[in-house]
């Protein structure tokens, strides 16, 4: 399993950013994904999930309102579309995988009672003014 993640940066409060991930290495099409993140000192924290046909979005209810997710299994592919973005969105993100996808997972997730991987190294999002 190989994610790929990309679009972070430095951005002000109200700001927006286009978090990518890129995958390969599996059967994307078939898989749920979700959005994970970590902020300097914290635990790993579930953002949002979506199913494998891309229709049945979830949200946290700290980013519900203000981040889209969507996939395009075309390209094997993952987004979060972030806006309205707030001083505490300040984390590294990261794409998931079910931990069950394959072995050897070093960043393990639960979220929605479900065990996930952090298969990649994230994209640093920093929300600053």
């Known amino acids: 399993v190989h994610l790929v993640e990309s679009g972070g940066g430095f951005v002000q409060p109200g700001g927006s950013l286009r978090l990518s991930c890129d995958a390969s290495g599996f059967s994307f099409n078939i898989y749920s994904m979700i959005w994970v993140r970590q902020a300097p000192g914290k635990e790993l924290e579930y953002v949002s999930y979506?199913?494998?046909?891309?229709?049945?979005?979830r949200y946290a209810d700290s980013v519900k309102g203000r981040f889209t997710i969507s996939r395009n299994n075309t390209k094997n592919s993952l987004y979060l579309q972030m806006n309205s973005l707030k001083t505490e969105d300040t984390a590294v993100y990261y794409c998931?995988?079910?931990?069950?996808?394959?072995?050897?997972?070093?960043?393990?997730?639960?979220?929605?009672?479900?065990?996930?991987?952090?298969w990649g190294q994230g994209t640093q999002v920093t929300v600053s003014s």
């Open positions: 998931a995988t079910l931990e069950g996808v394959s072995s050897g997972c070093l960043r393990k997730v639960q979220a929605l009672n479900i065990p996930w991987c952090a």
């Open positions: 979506i199913n494998a046909g891309g229709n049945t979005p």
